[in-house]
Every structure is written in structure tokens, then in C-alpha cells.
């Protein structure tokens, strides 16, 4: 096998040709850690190779965010800086590109205050609601990657020594975004043409509605009148498409935000806000999360659903098949990236844009007005199972299953 350094490079090109696709004289926004600089490195040289005008690094480290969760002043955590509102927007109206790195160890804020992290997940959504908005709607390119670090590689292969762990993950990594294909870009493109033939079948159904059914499971999820199912490559205003998740294996929509009924069970472990939720079950009433109940971390999950409104309803439905690669590599990875495109999944908060008809250049009236929930929290979490099965309902009432034992019907 070739050294890794020859694998990071051949990942950085990946991230920066298929992920972003950064264009000449692009501006290109990446959020990092400092643990994982030479990666970083790499992908800043194939953008500038790429043509990017400017490469701009966020730098974060996680043994400073948990000092500062253990020993800052509580208000710390109420506010947001509008500096860092503001850094964002103006990468966004020059047109950047934005390259997000996820590489914290899942327990990195493991017994921080609850009320502490609620907090700040407030502050920062609402701080950076427009930007968020500006991603959801793909006004700008945009990409999320994984890199391995020591603390995650641990929680994932805990009975190996830290450099075997480190180097399964990145094993793993790289299986899950193709990077051993013959040729990783044509791979994807072959995988875009896949995820989309599934989006093309959805949207020429015009489902009413979707019936969720497994152990632990038994939901109804009403779809709105305009909704679009998407998946794989997304295209930005300027016709330049975009790879949001590296890997991604799912095809998603909008629910209707007051039309889910019924409650749905966890099937893997949550990893939000440096915590790891686990075994949880919501219940739901006309959208919204009436009961939120977990063995780990509930006390999380319920500041989760306390953001605000919007996080007590549901954004985002996601379909992927049980017999998908990141699910029979048998790894839970304790990351969100990895184990939603393992399984069938929703999120609690904010629907995305783009998954009405002509969503992308409503405003958040006009999206509500659709069906499309607002909120400052979007967090996935995953459902599916080889045992579930999915019915979609037509309008005229017409069952056609969808998903049978874990996989397309």
C-alpha cells in the first residue's frame, strides 16, 4: 500500500476537485483542526493548484474548547462574537467556497454543564443563521470531510494501540470516499448517477406520505405538497456542482413540519456537541417532539430539542439502504458523517431549501408556508435497521414500498 503521505494528497485532490470543486480565482473557506494540519496543508496547495485566489484557514484545537467549557465565564457561552458572524457573510457574498473538516473525538465535552453546551449551541446558531441559511439554500459550494484523530481512532477502535487505531480510521476514511478506486473522481461520478436514477424514481412518485415501521419504531411522515427528494451532488448559483458530503450515500427531503405522528427509536449512537447520545425514542404529535427520552445522554438530547421552536420538529427524512459500504464495513464510527450515510436517518431542526420546488430563493416565510421547518439546530440522527420497512402512499392512496428489510424495495 502506498504511504499515507501519497494517500492524504490523493484525499486533499478528492475533497478539493469533487467535494468543493474550487474554481479559478475562487476563494476557498476551511474550518480545521490543528491536529490534523497536514491534511489541511494538502488540501490548501490542490486548491491554490485548483486556482483558488485565497486560501483562509479557521484553526480550532479541542484541548482549548475544553478548557474553555470547564473554566470560562458562563455568559461566554451566551453570547456569539459578531466578528465571527461577520467573517463568515463576507466569505459568503464573495462567492468562497467552504471546506469543513469533522475530526473531534465524540467524548471531547464528556460531563461538561449540559446548560453550558445548550447554551452555546443557542448563541452559535443564532449567530450564524444567515450563513447557515446561505448553505441550505446552496448559494455557495460547500463540502464536509472527515480526518482521522487520535482521541476519535480510540473511541472507534478502542482495543488497538494508537497508531494501529489511527491508521484503521484512515483506512476506513478512505474506503468510504472511494480513494482506492482505479480512478476516485470517476467513482464518484458513477455514484452521483446511482443516488440520482434513486431521486428520479422518488420525485416521479409524488408521495403523500411515507410509513416508517421496525422495533421500536412506527411513524408516519407527510411530505409537502412542492417536495423534492436530492441527493449526491448539489450545483451552487453559478452552475459549478458540488459534493456537500464526503461520502454520502443517502437520498433526502423535507418532511412536512407538522405532519409526523408516531414515535421513532435510535438504532446508533449520536455523537452532538462532544457527547454521545444513545438508545433514545421521540414521540410526536402533528410534527412536533412531545416526548424525548435516552439510557445516555438525555439531558443533552433535551437541550437539544429546547434550542428553540423549530428543534421541537423535524427538517430533514433520509433514505439508505442497509447494504450500503459505510453500513457493511460493520464500523460504527461515533461520527455523524459516517454512521447517517449507514442508515436511514432524520434531523431535528431546519429543513433544507432546496427540497421544495423553487425553495432556494424563498425566504423563511415563504418556506414555512411550504411546509419547511426553521430552526437553528439541523442534527441528525440515524433510525434505520435491516428490519425496517417503508411504504410510500400516493394520492390516491395507492401503497408503494419503498424500503423492504433494510434495503430498496
Known sequence: MEPLEQQLARYAELIVKVGANVQQGQEVFVVSQIEIAPLTRLVAAAAYEAGASNVYVD??????????????????????????????????????????????????????????????????????????????????????????????????????????????????IFDAVRLHAEDPVEAWREHDRVLHSKVDWLNGLRLRKLHYKAAGTDLTVELPDRHLWVGASSVAPDGVNFMANMPTEEVFT????????????????????????????????????????????????????????????????ALVPHRSPISESNILFYNTLFDENASNHFAIGSG???????????????????????????????????????????????????FRSGNWA
Not at 474548547?65 to 467573517?87: G, I, Q
Open 59 to 172: 484553526w480550532s484545537d479541542d484541548a482549548v474548547s475544553r478548557l474553555k467549557y470547564d473554566h470560562a465565564h458562563p455568559e461566554v457561552f451566551r453570547t456569539f462574537p459578531a466578528w465571527e458572524t461577520l467573517k463568515r457573510n463576507s466569505f459568503v457574498e464573495k462567492g468562497a467556497c467552504f471546506i469543513s473538516f469533522v475530526s473531534s473525538g465524540p467524548d471531547v465535552l464528556k460531563g461538561v454543564d449540559p446548560q453550558r453546551i445548550g447554551d452555546y449551541q443557542k448563541a452559535a446558531g443564532a449567530g450564524l443563521a444567515e450563513f447557515r441559511r446561505a448553505i441550505q439554500s446552496d448559494k455557495v459550494a460547500w463540502t464536509v470531510a472527515a480526518a482521522a484523530s487520535n482521541d476519535w481512532a480510540q473511541k472507534v477502535f478502542p482495543g488497538d494501540a494508537p497508531e494501529i487505531a489511527l491508521s484503521k480510521l484512515w483506512l476506513a
Open 254 to 317: 423535507a418532511p412536512r413540519r407538522d405532519g409526523v405522528n408516531g414515535y421513532v427509536s435510535s438504532t446508533k449512537p449520536l455523537s452532538y456537541a462532544g457527547n454521545i447520545i444513545d438508545r433514545f425514542k421521540l414521540t410526536f404529535v402533528l410534527g412536533r417532539i412531545v416526548k424525548a427520552e435516552a439510557e445516555e445522554g438525555e439531558e443533552i438530547l433535551q437541550q437539544l430539542v429546547e434550542t428553540d421552536e423549530g428543534s421541537h420538529y423535524l427538517g430533514e427524512m
Open 352 to 402: 433544507y431549501a432546496f427540497n421544495v420546488e423553487g425553495g432556494k430563493t424563498m425566504t423563511p416565510e415563504e418556506l414555512a408556508a411550504n411546509g419547511v421547518n426553521t430552526s437553528i439546530a439541523h442534527v441528525d440522527f440515524m433510525i434505520g435497521s435491516a428490519e425496517m420497512d417503508i411504504d410510500g402512499y400516493q394520492e390516491d392512496g395507492t401503497v408503494v414500498p419503498i
